[in-house]
DNA sequence: ACATAATCGAGACGGTACGTCAGGTCTTTTT
DNA sequence: AAAAAGACCTGACGTACCGTCTCGATTATGT
């Protein structure tokens, strides 16, 4: 039926695609985006253009499986194998706004801003391209928050009434906001702020 | 200091321009963004590329004008000069809900999906069209609430240790982040739970 | 040496190379060398315009190779390898008659008039082209004159004094200088009083 | 019935043929012909580009006319209002080599080399232009040879069974024919041995 | 160990769009 | 009324990449 021969991914060369990431995510860093070419990156990486379009489907396809492949081998350099959590000190607000501080870090990161932002661009307008990076880059950090807020329900340290996938929202929304509109600076003292402002409530007046 | 000298403007002419708008915005809808060029929009206007270029610097630029252009003209038909401010019932968690609702109903129009996406995008990776962006379509907008929140605060239903913006972003932020990562749906239940959960505050205990 | 690195001419389409001929020749004929574009010759050949980019420098440079491989092709048609050389019958003004009006009616075929004159034009102003028009197309032509004016000289029906070369160009410029300027048309006749009087000479005394 | 009103030639400014003209030579000869354009020598005279379109009809005719001015010009500077005539010494071969070596000199000289070249190229093509360029600044010249050889025929220094038209082409077109194609340098040298072959005669046999 | 088949590097190909240049027409303002 | 200025539509320029395609020249098993 399919017109295509799916490739044999067990023949596939590693060196290629590693030289391809490398590539990929250099020419994003130094030119940006739009100036990164499928041809260009495989003239970089010394590789023909067909090895490229053999594997992946468009160039934010590959530039998406770049960014992943150096999530993860940061990672794994990092901790050894270890799980990332955030810590449950007993003090939600403490532990929230330490994550969101790192996150501002991240996210004000100068290397994986070109990238980040062209992948969130392109997942904007491409729907399938989205739910990828929503899957594979925010979802897993999702998780550790909704965890960490379960748990936080469980101390009482959080209302029942709430769902945490919402609540996490609320957290992360307002710093996504300002680094994709660039509206105010991304700070420390604003994560705190949102982190305060969210639990404790914008009423001044007593709400049931 | 501008190594091209600027073309008159007085000379400019009206038909192309709003032919050219017209075309731009009927071209991102029909085929999207990325597949609208200049070479189409000059052709379907009936214009010259030339012309696009005297007065544009890049794709982007024209769609944007273009899409203010269409906010201003709507505006115009259906206020004839009047000024759009959200209402103060003196209930806040209501009129917060009545706007964040229209709010959720613009995002959803598939009318102006694919523009704002686009742009949306677009400013995301271009800083100076972000801020146009900003500057143009969204401050108008959040001007409304920060006057909202302010007499919010004078009349003792906000909390006065606050800064309009803040609360603003915390309200309005989970709505764009549910429209830009879809995650989940974007609905008048989700805005009503911003806007109460927000108010309300997250935490179950007491706090200072 | 050179900036642009030379394409690879063992991998070169021959139906490209083929199609591109003929277009040229054929939008040359009807439209003339001036309202012939290279965009115009890609179309029409079915080809993409790189392809003639990559392996010409110039409109002037195509047309030139299409006609002389119509010449290459016409005399693989004709004469099965046959050399071509001017008749010898001894009366070298019977023999000189001959060709120059073959050469007449060469320069009067309406066919190859349009992209000869165009390939004239341009060699006029380009040096380079020029030469090449020269080198190809005319001195081959020439060659056999040199040869058959040589053998005059031997057989006493030429001065020795005189260099074949310059003979040579007294026989055939006034030719050329009549088609080129269309001072007065380019006869059978013409041809015979320009034979005629070079051998015979001008002068009506005797001279030394 | 024509759409076009003729434009009224008594209200022309001189100022801005003089200046269109001079921006027309220098530009041809600092750029060369194909890379001089219409708009450019608007903006160098300092005209709008319309004078231009509403006098003369294609590029070309302006270069023909400035070129015909500037000879006029250089004639009327040079002799005041005096004709010129090839000089009649009663040896014919000496005359002839005069005014032959002195074209040799007109066409070697670099100053009018790019215009000449051009407008010949041009002629080439435009049968319209090329008889214009003959009229207005070969026949001029050839008149005077014709003048010449006539009354060496009333001398009987040259046979009086000729065509003083076809003998003039047999002394000139050696010389624009070495000129246009640029096959061996144009000497003083050539321009005697064209003189001297053609009124002896080519032939070494008596001839009646 | 070797045949054999897929992948690889390279890059020519038919295309599309780019951003620029100039052509020739038209309009506005100045002389 | 002609001229300077220059915006306009048109169309070609020469370039950059697209995604497909064909080439040898490596691999990398599976007999």
Redesign the interface.
Same mark, same amino acid.
């Given at each position: 039926m399919s017109p295509h021969k799916a490739p044999d991914s067990s023949r596939r060369s590693d060196r290629s695609r590693r030289a391809i990431y490398d590539a990929a995510l250099a020419l994003v860093g130094e030119a940006?985006?739009?100036r990164t070419t499928i041809e260009g990156i495989a003239a970089r990486a010394g590789v023909g253009k067909q090895t490229i379009y053999r594997w992946w489907p468009s160039k934010a396809a590959v530039l998406m499986e770049a960014f992943i492949d150096l999530g993860t081998r940061a990672a794994e350099e990092a901790g050894g194998g270890g799980d990332y959590a955030i810590p449950d000190t007993g003090d939600?607000?403490a532990d929230l706004k330490l994550v969101l501080r790192a996150t501002v870090d991240e996210l004000n990161d100068p290397v994986t801003e070109a990238p980040t932002?062209?992948l !969130?661009? &392109?997942?904007? +307008?491409d /729907?399938a391209l989205?739910?990828q990076?929503?899957e594979k880059l925010?979802d897993p950090q999702m998780q550790l928050y909704v965890t960490r807020l379960r748990s936080a329900q469980e101390a009482?340290?959080?209302?029942?009434d709430?769902d945490p996938?919402? !609540?996490l &929202?609320?957290l +992360?929304? /307002?710093l996504?906001?300002?680094w994709?509109?660039?509206?105010?600076p991304l700070t420390h003292a604003?994560a705190d702020?949102?982190v305060d402002?969210?639990?404790?409530?914008?009423?001044?007046?007593p709400?049931k």
């Open positions: 940006g985006y739009a939600l607000a932002r062209a !969130a661009a &392109e997942g904007i +307008i /729907p989205g739910a990076f929503v925010l009482g340290e959080l209302r029942d709430i996938r919402i !609540a &929202e609320l +992360i929304a /307002p996504t906001h300002r994709l509109l660039r509206t105010l604003y702020a949102v402002h969210t639990l404790r409530g914008l009423g001044s007046g709400m």
